[in-house]
């Protein structure tokens, strides 16, 4: 079954180091989104794909960077992690049109 | 202003009664609605859409869509106590072309 997976599900660094958190989808989905959730704000969109070599802004996207090398993986850098990244954090992927999105299990970030 | 407003909640309604949720949306090119629906510590759902005025019905679910008020609402029928949950409430503007704009969410608790 096709599927989108993240990893690591929970992840403890420091202040100042470089993390990468991956995503991966079996959908063959072009569409493919970084998104963070936290209390009282709810779920923003931090970066976003449409295709390969394609990356886009979002909403918060300063300190995170994303690279579209294939149409499977989207995996998320955070330059050098601040307590304010601490954070829970969801990929997701969808189809050309108006479909709703498929989400991963989401990571847990905790920057120390 | 929000561009999706929704009560955070807690809705505390009894098992077996119609849970009502609601959401308020600023923007007029607003084309295609979503709700999904989160459990504690999980990834976002998808469990309706909706892109014409009036009433979809799914199961137990009912959706609402009044553009001209922009207003999109979420019925739950026969509450169970599986449906405690938080519900988004999200959209797509085509001219943003597949990318979800989340509401917080509200919170819902269905009781013995």
């Known amino acids: 079954d096709a599927e989108i997976t993240q990893s690591p599900r929970h992840k403890i660094t420091e202040t100042g180091r470089q993390v990468t958190l991956a995503c991966h989808q079996t959908?063959?989905?072009?569409?493919m989104f970084w998104y963070r959730q936290d209390l009282g704000h709810g779920l923003r969109l931090i970066h976003y794909?449409?295709?390969?070599?394609?990356?886009n802004k979002g909403e918060v996207s300063d300190g995170y960077s994303v690279s579209r090398s294939n149409t499977e993986d989207l995996p998320l850098t955070l330059e050098s992690a601040a307590s304010s990244q601490t954070s829970v954090y969801f990929c997701?992927?969808?189809?050309?049109?108006?479909?709703?999105?498929?989400f991963g299990s989401g990571t847990r970030l905790t920057v120390v | 202003q929000k561009e999706v407003e929704q009560n955070s909640g807690p809705l505390s309604v009894p098992e077996g009664a119609i849970a009502s949720l609601n959401c308020t949306y600023s923007?007029?090119?607003?084309?295609?609605f979503f709700w999904y629906r989160q459990y504690s510590g999980k990834s976002p759902e998808l469990i309706m859409f909706?892109?014409?005025?009036g009433d979809k019905e799914d199961g137990r679910f009912t959706a609402q869509l009044n553009k001209a008020s922009q207003y999109v609402s979420l019925l739950i029928r026969d509450s169970q106590p599986s449906d405690s949950a938080t519900y988004l409430c999200?959209?797509?503007?085509?001219?943003?072309?597949?990318?979800?704009?989340f509401g917080t969410g509200t919170r819902l608790q269905v009781t013995l």
């Open positions: 959908w063959n989905h072009n569409n």
């Open positions: 997701a992927s969808s189809s050309m049109g108006n479909y709703g999105y498929t």
């Open positions: 794909s449409y295709g390969v070599q394609d990356t």
């Open positions: 999200a959209f797509i503007n085509t001219g943003t072309a597949s990318k979800l704009t």
């Open positions: 909706i892109y014409s005025n």
């Open positions: 923007d007029r090119g607003s084309q295609s």
